[in-house]
T-cell receptor, first 111, second 112 residues
Framework: EDKVVQSPLSLVVHEGDTVTLNCSYE??????LLWYKQEKKAPTFLFML????IEKKSGRLSSILDKKELFSILNITATQTGDSAVYLC???????????FGGGTRLMVKP | DAGITQSPRYKITETGRQVTLMCHQT?????MFWYRQDLGHGLRLIYY???????DKGEVPDGYVVSRSKTENFPLTLESATRSQTSVYFC???????????FGAGSRLTVL
């Protein structure tokens, strides 16, 4: 059974801080790892990683995957109040298109 | 409207009643999914479908029924609702070979 564990469960920071969110996984026939952002509504897609060591970057957000150690991190630099959300990590395997999600990290950014 | 839409967005029902949550997508995506989201459990897969007339169980299928007679629709039915099925339900879809799921806005179901 595929498994995804995220840490920390929650995090409170101040605007301008840098945060690192962690995701470790166990999956049979790994295909991809995805990060989503959820703000009181539907999760929205951030990144998909398939190759180890290659950083994906979008503005202040970046993510990297380590397939040997089975984890990924999501970094957010210069945080803003609009970054407050639950960040979800998910893994996909080669058996189909479904994703297994972690429990999420709730980030609160204070002004 | 283009995209993936769920209805109803909010539903209150009583124990034992049948409830159907609707999901419609306009992209002709082959794959469709139903997840439930509960505090402490994250998103858990209930059922998924790889194509019309093909459905399969996910992690938590008990108490739910799905069908997919048309590619664009994937209704989820609770045949006899229980309080433990109080949750937020998300429908999602993806193209073949693509792990990126696009989610609907969610349906919040309360079973009294």
């Amino acid at each position: 059974e595929d498994k995804v564990v995220q840490s920390p469960l929650s995090l409170v920071v101040h605007e301008g801080d840098t945060v690192t969110l962690n995701c470790s996984y166990e999956v049979t026939n790994f295909r991809s790892l995805l990060w989503y952002k959820q703000e009181k509504k539907a999760p929205t897609f951030l990144f998909m990683l398939t190759s180890s060591g290659i950083e994906k970057k979008s503005g202040r957000l970046s993510s990297i995957l380590d397939k040997k150690e089975l984890f990924s991190i999501l970094n957010i630099t210069a945080t803003q109040t609009g970054d407050s959300a639950v960040y979800l990590c998910a893994v996909g395997n080669n058996a189909g298109n479904m994703l297994t999600f972690g429990g999420g990290t709730r980030l609160m950014v204070k002004p | 409207d283009a995209g993936i839409t769920q209805s109803p967005r909010y539903k209150i029902t009583e124990t034992g009643r049948q409830v159907t949550l609707m999901c419609h997508q306009t992209w002709s995506h082959s794959y469709m999914f139903w997840y439930r989201q509960d505090l402490g459990h994250g998103l858990r897969l209930i059922y998924y479908s790889a194509a019309a007339d093909i459905t399969d169980k996910g992690e938590v299928p008990d108490g739910y029924v799905v069908s997919r007679s048309k590619t664009e629709n994937f209704p989820l039915t609770l045949e006899s609702a229980t309080r433990s099925q109080t949750s937020v339900y998300f429908c999602a879809s993806s193209a073949i070979g693509a792990n990126v799921l696009t989610f609907g806005a969610g349906s919040r179901l309360t079973v009294l």
